[in-house]
């Protein structure tokens, strides 16, 4: 086992020469999926856990990764997955009864699941090293020669678990995690040439924050609106908006930069926080700890928010995966919600060719694996788009899981010169997906009470033809009300209507009105109950 008494400098250099064994045996991940492989799946969450908490019932968000078992349709593939909490068997049932032409039998031989049993707010990794005996369990489970490690993004957690274990990390080194904050991401975007809006580089405190703001109004008089961001905010949760039109009359040149620069800090705590809960004294705090950006809020009439996903391999090359429109939400829609494969026509290969023009430049930068590019399209008429991007994900994101679902259940492949997926069939494939399906009335669903309205109303994804729904985040539901889609069809439209077929059966099952049991028929209460008297 690899031991960590050595200088921050030569851990680095550990991890980069374990990681670099990765290039032995890559060529594409599709030799991944057809080799002789143990993956060790860690879907930590290691980021900023107060940013993290945010998020509603997000200690299940572990759950998101899960469409890596799909990864067992092969059958010499072996897989771990760690969690912080055991997952629901049904759950696990689900997935992989998903797999084609796999008994269920033989894929469940070849997943280890394992638990550090530990609810607290730790990123996972971390609970797994305060564990040398779990780590010890997982790494005799490993065939070190033929293993990889795959996580949600890589921290210091990531990388000392790397290296404890011997298992190379097919992701970013976490030094490397600069440049999927906000401010890196501008970095990036201005070594890259790729148009992204006036800002500022990251500020560490309220002073020059205001400054940073009416230096920015400066240059471009006409604002109307500006966009605070924590520097490591995630799915627009860290973001603010700051209004400029109350304080119009001191727009440039009607007055001084000191005055406008009172005028910002006077207007902080009015900001439109897209957060819940979320105030001044608290963001201002984060600032602090985290740092943060001001932006240019970019206007129109006419908006979206598209998206483009990459890959780094081992050998440096860029690669193109997915484009997507995200749906967002918010008091000001700037809340990741969910997403619409592929994006729109008009702009997807533009789309394309700037995500390549951004992993080139993070692939000089040492990068490997994921990483996702957004964007914000501005409908100029004539079917023309502005894109400017807005950040970087050097992570897997919400567009990750639904996009590896659709390929590792179909196998088919994504066509760069037309932007679309297609399935063995030949037949291009849509989707629909979210991560929020949040409603009061589906709090009290058990992940069994899912299972029987997902058969009763034949909701589930069938293979033969495609087409359907798989369901993730099932263990949200319980506690929070809250679900994750796939919908995927032959076209947009249907795509679309399978998720609102969805919305209605679960708004339907779950009316407060409803007295009788019937799509629950298939309960066994006998055998629940086995062994107990009453």
């Not at 008994?103 to 638990?115: I, K, Q, T």
């Not at 996702?372 to 100029?380: M, T």
């Amino acid at each position: 086992m690899v031991t960590l008494n050595v200088s921050e400098s030569d851990q680095a250099d550990r991890f980069r020469d374990l990681q670099l064994t990765l290039r032995d045996r890559w060529k594409t991940i599709e030799l991944f999926d057809n080799s002789d492989a143990d993956i060790l799946v860690v879907p930590s969450l290691s980021i900023d856990q107060r940013e993290l908490q945010k998020i509603e019932g997000c200690e299940h968000y572990e759950e998101r990764l899960l469409f890596s078992l799909m990864r067992l349709r092969n059958p010499r593939t072996r897989l771990i997955y760690v969690t912080s909490m055991p997952l629901h068997p049904s759950v696990i049932d689900y997935y992989l009864q998903l797999l084609p032409g796999i008994p269920f039998s033989h894929a469940r031989n070849r997943l280890l699941l394992l638990s550090t049993y530990d609810s607290s707010l730790k990123p996972l990794s971390q609970k797994i090293l305060e564990r040398p005996r779990l780590l010890e369990r997982i790494r005799q489970a490993l065939r070190l020669d033929k293993s990889f490690m795959t996580c949600y993004n890589s921290s210091y957690f990531e990388g000392e678990l790397s290296l404890k274990l011997g298992v190379p990390l097919y992701a970013a080194a976490p030094n490397l995690e600069i440049w999927g904050s906000k401010s890196g991401s501008r970095q990036i975007f201005a070594e890259s040439k790729v148009p992204f809006p006036d800002g500022c580089e990251r500020v560490w405190n309220e002073t020059d924050l205001a400054e940073a703001a009416a230096d920015l109004w400066e240059r471009q008089p006409t604002l109307k609106r500006i966009v605070v961001k924590l520097n490591e905010g995630i799915s627009g949760e860290g973001n603010a908006l700051l209004d400029l039109r109350p304080i119009a009359n001191l727009a440039p040149p009607n007055s001084s930069h000191a005055e406008r620069v009172a005028a910002m800090s006077d207007r902080f705590s009015t900001m439109s926080f897209q957060a819940k809960k979320e105030n001044w004294d608290n963001f201002s705090g984060r600032i602090t700890e985290l740092g943060g950006i001001v932006e240019a809020f970019v206007e129109g009439e006419i908006k979206r928010s598209p998206s483009v996903q990459g890959r780094i391999t081992p050998n440096g090359e860029v690669e193109i995966l997915s484009t997507h429109d995200q749906i967002l939400g918010g008091p000001d829609g700037q809340i990741y919600l969910g997403c619409r494969f592929p994006a729109d026509e008009v702009y997807r290969l533009q789309l394309q060719q700037l995500g390549i023009q951004v992993g080139k430049k993070l692939a000089e930068k040492g990068a490997l694996e994921r990483f996702g590019v957004d964007f914000i399209a501005v409908d100029k008429g004539n079917n023309e788009w502005d894109l400017e991007a807005i950040e970087i994900n050097l992570r897997k994101g919400g567009t990750t899981h639904p996009f590896m679902t659709l390929k590792l259940l179909t196998n088919g492949r994504y066509d760069l010169s037309t932007g679309l997926f297609y399935s063995q069939q030949g037949r291009p494939k849509y989707y629909m997906a979210t991560d929020n399906l949040q409603k009061d009335r589906y709090r009290g669903l058990l992940p069994n009470d899912l299972m029987d309205i997902i058969a009763h109303h034949r909701l589930h994804f069938d293979s033969g033809t495609e087409i359907g729904t798989v369901f993730h985040l099932m263990g949200c539901l319980s506690q929070f009300g809250k679900l994750g889609l796939t919908c995927i069809g032959d076209s947009p439209q249907q795509a679309e209507e399978i998720y609102n077929k969805v919305v209605k059966v679960l708004d339907e099952e779950t009316r407060t009105s409803k007295s009788d049991f019937s799509s629950f028929s298939d309960y066994d209460f006998a055998t629940t109950w086995d062994g107990y008297s009453f």
